[in-house]
């Protein structure tokens, strides 16, 4: 076995998925060297792939047209748009590191909302990447994998997004949250089989209209960079509450947000690891707050769907993704996930917004091969 190849048979053709993500706790604190909790969903996008002429790609989404055709000739960043760049992104990351990628057509299905903060374009990239790497017969650590993908989508689609999408959507295990220092890359498993203890993760996903959020991340992401130079730190993750008085208020209130919320994915995961899950409830409230507050990157949805979860009688409730839209996620028991999700539809009716739509999160599996 040669470094980089796995050992055993290489499929000729096979069937792989990779799912979405929410973050339980630690919003906007991947690309600061934080820390964060993601846990993967049952919703999935699947690959059916089948190795063919090398250097030439196909793929076809039962989702998006048209279908999109790469080689390996020209293939640099902007060479193929839309949504095809997350495929050409992923086969031009590892082809650009090294990898021998095997030629392959790809038909590609999702049960996975797109653009609504669950990471459809981490798990896109993640179950493309693993087929190819089963098909080359390719053996990649998964910390390396979620790098790789993590470029695809930073250098080749030109979205800088930090590195939990795409470590959840290739780590996660059934019944736990992914606990990630994206500083070391070190990640620990922290046992959230929920339904065991009665308990449930309502998703409300508020079908926000679309907002120009590309813009809006970018700015977070350099006021922090900002804030970090001024403190004379490498990242925020090095900040401690008494050093921010330093800053100019805006700048102050983004890097409060970073240094409170990675202390409360500290706290999150002791408690999880103490088996105390419903005490999460407020520490998950207050990340809100701070997201709303602070970091500012809330919209009316997302607060009256929060507030309305908490009041229903959830134990705690938080946006989760990038914001500006997106989803909400609630801890609730079990037996009162559905009176909570027709309080928020209620709220939202009454509010003149759009009907949400809700599912339960039962935390599930990384990309996986199905057959
Ligand atoms: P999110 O990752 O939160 O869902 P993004 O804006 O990061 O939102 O990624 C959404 C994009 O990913 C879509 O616009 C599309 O280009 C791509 N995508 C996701 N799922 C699919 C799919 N099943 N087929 C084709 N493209 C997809
Ligand atoms: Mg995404």
Redesign the pocket.
């Known amino acids: 076995m040669t470094p980089g190849t796995a050992s055993g048979a290489v499929p000729d053709a096979g069937v792989w998925a990779a799912p ?1 993500r929410v973050n339980l706790i630690g919003e906007h604190t991947d690309y600061n060297d934080g820390f964060c909790l993601p846990f993967a969903l049952p919703l999935q ?1 699947t690959v059916a792939a089948r190795r063919s002429a090398p250097g030439r790609w196909v793929a076809r ?4 047209s048209p279908a999109v055709e790469f080689t390996a000739d020209g293939l640099a960043p902007g060479s193929v748009t ?5 495929v050409a992104g992923v086969v031009w990351s590892m082809l650009d590191s090294g990898l021998d990628v095997p030629g392959a057509e790809l038909e ?3 049960d ?13 990239e993640c179950a493309v990447q693993r087929a190819l790497l089963d098909l080359g017969g390719l053996s990649v650590p998964g910390r390396e994998q979620a790098l790789l993908a993590q470029r695809a ?1 930073n250098a080749y689609v030109g ?1 800088p ?1 930090g590195v939990m ?1 795409q470590s959840a959507a290739v780590l996660c295990e059934d019944g736990h949250a992914l606990f990630l220092d994206t500083r070391s890359g070190a990640v620990s498993q922290v046992p959230f089989d929920i339904a065991s203890r009665g308990l449930a993760v309502l998703v409300v996903d508020t079908r926000s209209p679309h907002r120009l ?1 590309d813009g809006e991340y970018a700015e977070r992401r350099s006021s922090c960079e900002d804030a970090a130079r001024q403190l004379g730190v490498a990242a925020l993750r090095d900040a401690t509450l008494p050093d921010l008085g330093v800053l100019p208020g805006l700048l102050r209130r983004r890097a409060r947000h970073v240094v409170t919320e990675n202390q409360r994915v500290l706290d999150t995961v002791a408690l999880l690891s103490a088996g105390d899950v419903e005490a999460i409830g407020p520490l998950l409230t207050a990340s809100h707050a701070s997201l709303r507050d602070d970091f500012e990157v809330t919209v009316p949805r997302l607060d009256l769907a929060a507030d309305t979860a908490v009041a229903a009688g959830a134990f705690g409730a938080r946006m989760t ?2 914001g500006f839209g ?1 989803c909400v996620i609630a801890l609730v028991r079990s037996s009162r996930a559905g009176e909570v999700a027709a309080a928020v539809a209620k709220a939202f009716d009454a509010a003149g917004f759009g009907a949400p739509e809700t599912f339960l999160a039962v935390p599930s599996p990384g990309a996986r091969r199905l057959s």
């Not at 989404?61 to 998006?64: D, E, F, I, P, T």
């Not at 996975?112 to 896109?124: E, H, N, Q, R, V």
């Open positions: 979405g996008v989404s039962s989702w998006a839309g949504w095809g760049a997350y590609i299905t999702s996975l909302p797109s653009g609504s903060g669950l990471s459809s374009s981490a798990a896109l989508e979205m997004c999408d959020v993704g990038g997106g």
